[in-house]
């Protein structure tokens, strides 16, 4: 029993201390909500954000591949006041509503534009992804990272691009390839 209560007084201590600086109470990334993945493939996303001044432009994909479809979209805010372009955009991804809810899934997004040639360029978000869920084992339906602007543009320019989205490998189309240089040039990128 007093093995018991010198621990919980720890706990409550170390608990308070963590409070007391603002870290995070557990070192497992913040979660987001969860999306509902219901873009089509191709549809582009144009909003006006009143609170801000800021019109958001946004592209909605589908990405096939040997293990199936996942569910990307990209989004930019660009201010109304300056005109200046986003440093970065907002990756959303998701698998499609009727796929397997027992599939484990790694929070991951790597791009590789124009493999086995010279301009060959390997993009790793993976560290800014979020999922909806991060407990261990959780079934994860949903999550958002970032990708830099420079980025984003390099993917534009590529003449071959394959991404790894939760895992799982796709090829991305030439044709969203170009839906994805036109959602740069509304940006203001290039």
């Known amino acids: 029993m ?13 608990a308070s201390l963590v409070a007391a600086i603002g870290l995070p109470a557990t070192p497992h990334a ?33 990405l096939s591949g040997p293990e199936g479809v996942m569910m990307v979209s990209f989004a930019g805010r660009v201010s109304l006041r300056t005109l ?17 809810p027992n599939l484990l899934r790694k929070p ?14 390997l993009i790793d978000a993976s560290g800014s992804v979020r999922v909806d869920d991060p407990a261990p084992g959780a079934t994860v339906r949903s999550a958002m990272g970032r990708i830099g602007a420079a980025e984003f543009v390099r993917l534009t320019k590529a003449k071959t691009l394959t991404a790894e989205v939760f895992g799982s490998m796709t090829t991305v189309r030439p044709d969203q390839i170009q839906a994805m240089k036109a959602l740069a040039e509304k940006l203001k990128l290039e």
């Not at 007093?2 to 170390?14: C, E, H, I, Y």
């Open 30 to 62: 913040q979660s987001v909500t969860g999306v509902i993945p219901n873009w089509g493939d191709l549809q582009p996303l144009t909003r006006a954000i009143t609170a801000t001044r800021e019109v958001e432009h946004g592209l909605g994909l589908h």
């Open 108 to 121: 991951t997004l790597v791009f590789l534009a124009d493999d086995k040639t010279d301009d060959r360029k």
């Open 84 to 100: 200046a372009p986003p440093t970065s955009l907002t990756v959303v991804m998701a698998p499609p509503i009727m796929s397997n």
């Open 2 to 14: 007093m093995a018991r209560t010198l621990w919980l007084g720890r706990f409550l201590a170390l």
